[in-house]
Antibody, heavy 119, light 107 residues
Framework: EVQLVESGGGLVKPGGSLRLSCAASGFTFSTYSMNWVRQAPGKGLEWVSS????????YYADSVKGRFTISRDNAKNSLYVQMNSLRAEDTAVYYC????????????WGQGTLVTVSS | AIQLTQSPSSLSASVGDRVTITCRAS??????LAWYQQKPGKAPKLLIY???SLESGVPSRFSGSGSGTDFTLTISSLQPEDFATYYC?????????FGGGTKVEIK
């Protein structure tokens, strides 16, 4: 069974840092590009960042560029995002999601982890 | 960045109704579009990929159409479990973008 499990969320003060993790199982993690997608309370989905299977290609939304760093460890079947200089507007549920290889869509999603940025 | 405009942003419908949601891209994206369903407190669920292909296990009352800039998600006969929020997402280029969502409510 394909599974993505996020962890690392919590309450952090503005200007603080947090590292989220996404543990993958049930598929060959090293084959797939991966993404972080977030959803602020009561709002829509926002794509945050993507990383290719071999970490050769990395992309960020303008809203997080220069503050967030996506990475992965294929040996540990894990995806990460290091979030620095956090702002109140970064408060959201953060999901990891898998890109599919042969079609355009993300079938596998984690359950999400909540990040709250507040003093 | 490619913008996706979904309409309507919300709608009220009855069980059995035919429902159509549109997603318009600010520039052509071929068929690089997916549709998701999201229920409160849950992760999005993939319904349609490549603009018109039904994801395995998704009821056949869901269908997608379109290419280029104009796309449609249709629910042929709305069921109680279909009341949710629906999003489109483009995969043509980065930054990846989502539509603003369409909330389908009970009439």
């Amino acid at each position: 069974e394909v599974q993505l499990v996020e962890s690392g969320g919590g309450l952090v003060k503005p200007g603080g840092s947090l590292r989220l993790s996404c543990a993958a199982s049930g598929f060959t993690f090293s084959t797939y590009s991966m993404n972080w997608v977030r959803q602020a309370p009561g709002k829509g989905l926002e794509w945050v960042s993507s990383i290719s299977s071999g970490s050769n290609y990395i992309y960020y939304a303008d809203s997080v560029k220069g503050r967030f760093t996506i990475s992965r460890d294929n040996a540990k079947n894990s995806l990460y995002v290091q979030m620095n200089s956090l702002r109140a507007e970064d408060t959201a549920v953060y999901y990891c999601a898998r890109d599919e290889v042969y079609y355009y869509g993300s079938k596998a999603w984690g359950q999400g982890t909540l990040v709250t940025v507040s003093s | 960045a490619i913008q996706l405009t979904q309409s309507p942003s919300s709608l009220s419908a009855s069980v059995g109704d035919r429902v159509t949601i549109t997603c318009r891209a600010s520039q052509g994206i071929s068929s690089a579009l997916a549709w998701y369903q999201q229920k409160p407190g849950k992760a999005p669920k993939l319904l349609i990929y490549d603009a018109s292909s039904l994801e395995s296990g998704v009821p056949s009352r869901f269908s997608g159409s379109g290419s280029g800039t104009d796309f449609t998600l249709t629910i042929s006969s709305l069921q109680p479990e279909d009341f949710a929020t629906y999003y489109c997402q483009q995969f043509n280029n980065y930054p990846r973008t989502f539509g603003g969502g369409t909330k389908v409510e009970i009439k």
